[in-house]
């Protein structure tokens, strides 16, 4: 899906004159203009969702192509439309203004790594000026997790389990979780679809807030998350026997890589087998995924 993704703005072009001629007053002008616009999207068939995140106000957006969608702009201007869909990389919404029956179209198409979002309206001199703010595709820091992921690979994992105390029949179980993971990022805070054999959860966490989770297996853990460029470390204590884990989480290229590691002591541990890793393929946006958490 093309449109899939986090996206912000990068730059714009003819805003400030476009907004003027949709009536809007000097001072709200100014602040659009540094709006700091940012779209999540996941495209589902003909279903959209889309989050918008800028300086006015965060909201979260579905529309079905080709069916009636009501659309408030951020400056209180209603709309009325639809959004149609032209090849897999162009959107053309086309909504009437509630208030004077003006035509306002606008066109989203991505172009490589960017989103090229334009606007077009109606003036009552007949002419269509029109703005076009250009969105980067976000991989860096803050959005690099934000996709559907897949494990592909274990490292070391079975034994980890041992250690962990998990029985035999769960540590076989475990080897062919085939465990999945969606992740959508909102500035701090995460949601996470987690897929696996043994059970589909959501999961939500903001980072540095304290947060309680429990495996699969049942052991409940508190701690926090953090972030750090693009790699997301989690210090847990379990709830049982106070000791801590710890699990990271780094993307590098189209890999999720977490390693899980725990404070056993080393000599009962092993120096092999002191942590663990699952390594993750980035996929499409699918219906039935996951937590970065998943033993």
């Given at each position: 899906m093309a449109f899939d993704g986090s996206w912000k703005v990068d730059r714009?072009?003819?805003?400030?004159?476009?907004?003027?001629?949709?009536?809007?007053?000097?001072?709200?002008?100014?602040?659009?203009?540094?709006?700091?616009?940012?779209?999540?999207?996941?495209?589902?068939g003909n279903k959209f969702?889309?989050?918008?995140?800028?300086?006015?106000?965060?909201?979260?957006?579905?529309?079905?192509?080709?069916?009636?969608?009501?659309?408030t702009l951020a400056d209180g201007t209603e709309l009325n439309g639809i959004w149609s869909l032209e090849g897999n990389n162009r959107l053309i919404g086309k909504f009437t203004r509630v208030d004077n029956g003006k035509e306002l179209v606008v066109v989203r198409e991505v172009s490589g790594d960017e989103l090229i979002q334009e606007f077009k309206v109606t003036t009552d001199k007949g002419g269509s000026p029109s703005v076009e703010?250009?969105?980067?595709?976000?991989?860096?820091?803050?959005?690099?997790?934000?996709?559907?992921?897949?494990v592909y690979r274990n490292e070391n994992y079975e034994m980890f389990m041992e250690k962990m105390?998990?029985?035999?029949?769960?540590?076989?179980?475990?080897?062919h979780d085939n465990l999945k993971l969606t992740i959508r990022q909102e500035g701090n805070k995460f949601i996470i679809k987690e897929s696996c054999r043994f059970r589909n959860i959501d999961v939500v966490f903001e980072l540095g807030v304290n947060f309680d989770y429990t495996l699969a297996d049942g052991t409940e853990l508190k701690g926090t998350w953090s972030l750090e460029g693009n790699k997301l470390t989690a210090k847990f204590t379990r709830v049982d026997n106070g000791?801590?884990?710890?699990?990271?989480?780094?993307?590098?290229g189209d890999e999720l890589i977490q390693t899980l590691k725990t404070t056993l002591p080393v000599l009962s541990l092993g120096a092999a087998c002191s942590e663990v890793q699952k390594v993750f393929s980035k996929g499409q946006l699918d219906s039935a995924n996951?937590?970065?958490?998943?033993t």
């Open positions: 714009n072009e003819n805003y400030e004159t476009f907004m003027e001629k949709m009536g809007i007053n000097v001072v709200k002008r100014k602040l659009a203009s540094h709006d700091n616009l940012k779209l999540t999207i996941q495209q589902e969702t889309v989050n918008e995140s800028s300086t006015f106000r965060t909201i979260n957006i579905v529309f079905e192509l080709g069916v009636n969608f009501s659309y703010t250009r969105l980067e595709a976000h991989t860096a820091e803050a959005m690099a997790f934000d996709g559907s992921w897949k105390g998990i029985n035999v029949v769960k540590r076989k179980l475990a080897m000791k801590e884990l710890i699990d990271i989480c780094e993307v590098s996951t937590t970065l958490m998943g």
